[in-house]
């Protein structure tokens, strides 16, 4: 029996990366990246400032079309623009966060859920009960959505005036409100204490009760091995190794190549982190 239940059994690909490789001028920022996600997992995805892992979500979202590789969703070619990758399933948030900062919480969702929505242009211009219906129901399902993030008492004050890791949940909020397959969250506890960043794990783990697969950058390993399904480590643009958290944690070219402490020391952390882990366990059932 392995502490993490959603190892035990492979599952269907949502999202797979193969062999991408992301050339700027002369630097390689990726060289040959696979990743595969599994349905109902949750991987991190980890490694030091420049390794490439912001520019590899950049690659599965659209953003960048990499030098070469490719990268498919349910098995088919991913759209090669962030517009149709949103329609596809695969939604994000940014590590500098980008939200509308003169909109309104509710507002910001409502943005998200307006990618799900058919435009029709004609019942749009004139407000017709087609288009008020479907208002109607954005701003339900974003209410919804608000609810789930806990950010239900903020859903009227404007987004800039919100504390930072309040912004770092509307995000999350609106990234769900396009209703994705695969989230992607880049640095979602930046900035966060303690207590915020705990938040944020259970958040996560929601998400994925909620049937979203994620793939979330951190720089807390604690965060990471704590939360992760499996992990990989990108170091100069190269997946270094990948794997549980057991193995990856164990690597001496992890240890040496990114964690840059002694084994004990990671050792000790990483305790610290399956038991809070059990912890949730025994609560939740
Ligand atoms: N649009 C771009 N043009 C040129 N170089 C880029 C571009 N985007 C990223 N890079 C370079 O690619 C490398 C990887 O950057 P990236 O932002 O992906 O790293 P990261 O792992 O997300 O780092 P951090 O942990 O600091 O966020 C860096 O050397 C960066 O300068
Ligand atoms: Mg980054």
């Not at 400032?49 to 960048?64: D, P």
């Not at 402490?261 to 366990?281: I, L, Q």
């Amino acid at each position: 029996m392995t502490a993490f239940a959603h190892e035990a059994a492979p599952r269907p690909a949502v999202l797979q990366a193969q062999g991408v490789t992301m050339v700027f001028g002369g630097l390689t920022a990726l060289n040959d990246v696979s990743l595969t996600l599994e349905e109902g997992q949750i991987v991190g995805l980890i490694g030091p400032n420049g390794a490439g892992k912001t520019t590899f979500f950049n690659c599965l979202t659209g953003l960048y079309t990499p030098t070469r590789g490719r990268v498919l969703l349910d098995g088919s070619v991913m759209p090669n623009d962030p517009a149709h990758v949103t329609i596809a399933g695969v939604a994000r948030t940014f590590q500098n966060i980008r939200l509308f900062p003169n909109m309104t919480v509710l507002e910001n969702v409502m943005v998200g859920r307006h990618s799900r929505m058919k435009q029709d242009p004609v019942s749009t211009l004139l407000r017709l009960p087609a288009f008020k219906r479907g208002e109607a129901a954005a701003r339900e399902r974003s209410r919804e959505l608000l609810e789930f993030v806990g950010l239900t008492r903020s859903e009227n004050e404007v987004a800039r005036n919100l504390p930072y890791g309040d912004q770092r949940r509307l995000e999350i909020a609106r990234a769900l409100a396009t209703d994705p397959k695969v989230l992607l969250l880049d640095e979602p506890t930046a900035g966060m204490n303690p207590q915020e960043t705990e938040a944020t794990r259970q958040l996560i783990f929601a998400i994925r009760e909620s049937g979203v697969s994620v793939v979330v950058i951190e720089h807390d390993i604690k965060f990471i091995f704590s939360l992760c399904d499996r992990v990989c480590v990108l170091v100069q643009g190269e997946l270094l190794v990948e794997g549980s958290p057991e193995v990856v944690r164990a690597d001496p070219r992890v240890i040496e190549a990114y964690l840059g402490k002694p084994p004990e020391e990671v050792e000790a952390e990483v305790r610290e982190a399956a038991a809070a882990v059990e912890h949730d366990k025994g609560e939740r059932s």
